[in-house]
């Protein structure tokens, strides 16, 4: 970002993030690390826990979790230094310095059932930044992830046209500066979408969370 800065013409109020899936994962990162930078971030389908991806992995016998290993030095599970390398690699572990940065986390609501990387990293993030009496309680986390269906005592998000047809809103929530969107799909980034709100944005202003009406087009991420 500096490179660019000093060799070509920015406007550094509206320097963004994005990404999905290992890239959801960087960006929740640098978000963390470096709320200083950015007028905003949207991360998809992101990990915000490393360790409990690998035992996630673990369990559902998925190759990640040998490459979680080979990057930590060691099994997690089972090594105190690889564990420490585990979350000292999670965004969960520094997102709370990005509570001024608006920040949309959206990921389709079958991840970790059709895809590798379950809802509950979306709920989390968003539980970290947002205030006490909006975050979503535990045992609401366990049933939407397991049950890939959100609790009946949870009201239906407004419409968004966004999120029509196939891509139908299933969960939203906003608090602070953070959201949480929960749509029909898998493993994927609406990257016009994103990239449509990031566009609103604008360092040291209030968050626009409303961008009008598009086509929204899923990349599936897993490989």
């Known amino acids: 970002v500096e490179f660019v800065k000093q060799n070509a013409k920015v406007d550094i109020q509206r320097i963004y993030l994005i990404g999905g899936s290992g890239g959801g ?3 929740l990162l640098l978000a963390g690390r470096h709320p200083e930078i950015w007028a905003a971030a949207s991360a998809w389908c992101p990990i915000s826990d490393v360790l409990a991806w690998h035992q996630e992995c673990t369990l559902a016998k998925r190759g990640y979790a040998a490459q979680i290993e080979r990057a930590c030095g060691g099994n997690p599970a089972n090594s ?4 420490a390398e585990a979350v000292r690699r ?13 920040l949309d986390i ?33 045992e609401d986390i366990q049933y939407i992830t397991a049950q ?3 609790p009946e005592h949870y009201a239906q998000p407004a419409p968004d046209p966004i999120y029509s047809g196939k ?31 990031l566009e609103k944005q604008c360092r040291g202003q209030e968050p626009v969370w ?7 087009e899923a990349s599936t991420l897993d490989k």
């Open 25 to 27: 994962h960087a960006t």
């Open 148 to 150: 890939r269906a959100v």
């Open 210 to 216: 409303e961008i009008g009406s598009l086509q929204a």
């Open 80 to 83: 105190p230094e690889a564990k």
């Open 167 to 197: 891509h139908k809103l299933h969960f939203r929530r906003q608090s602070n500066r953070v959201r949480v969107t929960l749509f029909e799909g898998g493993h994927s980034i609406l990257s016009n979408v994103g990239l449509q709100w």
């Open 106 to 138: 959206a990921t389709g609501i079958h991840d970790g059932h059709t895809g590798s990387v379950p809802v509950s990293h979306s709920l989390h993030a968003f539980n970290l930044l947002a205030r006490p009496e909006d975050r979503i309680p535990e």
């Open 90 to 102: 999670s965004p969960l572990t520094y997102l709370a310095a990005a509570k001024d940065l608006p």
